[in-house]
Nanobody, 127 residues
């Protein structure tokens, strides 16, 4: 699955950004889709994921650090997954990457469970 992320940028603390990740894969709707991030000098960490169309449509799960501030959603007609980020904090600064996993991986938070990755998009939150 080829994925293309976009939407990163510079924003002040408390602001919002929406990231997008698009694919040309015709079976896009059958994958679990997730967002991960990697801050400078830190390991990649799970941010959020959303279930595939067959099993747990619309079901989402988040890391504790973003729960209540970020919202993941998908539009299968547009082959796109989104990450709406509100109330951004300087500690949210990172390169954000989208990823796809097989449907049975729903619930996974380890990057090793996701098979396909898009290139990252940089989000910088200034204080």
């Amino acid at each position: 699955v080829q994925l293309q992320a976009s939407g990163g940028g510079l924003v002040q603390a408390g602001g919002s950004l929406r990231l997008s990740c698009a694919s040309s894969e015709r079976t896009f709707s059958s994958y679990v889709l997730g967002w991960f991030r990697q801050a400078p000098g830190k390991e990649r960490e799970f941010v959020a994921a959303i279930g595939d169309i067959r099993s747990k449509t619309g079901s989402t799960y988040y890391s504790d650090s973003v729960k209540g501030r970020f919202t993941i959603s998908r539009d299968n007609a547009k082959n796109t997954v989104y990450l709406q980020m509100n109330s951004l904090k300087p500690e949210d600064t990172a390169v954000y990457s989208c990823a796809a996993a097989a449907a049975f991986r729903f619930g996974a938070r380890n990057s090793r469970d996701f098979d396909s990755w898009g290139q990252g998009t940089l989000v910088t939150v200034s204080s």
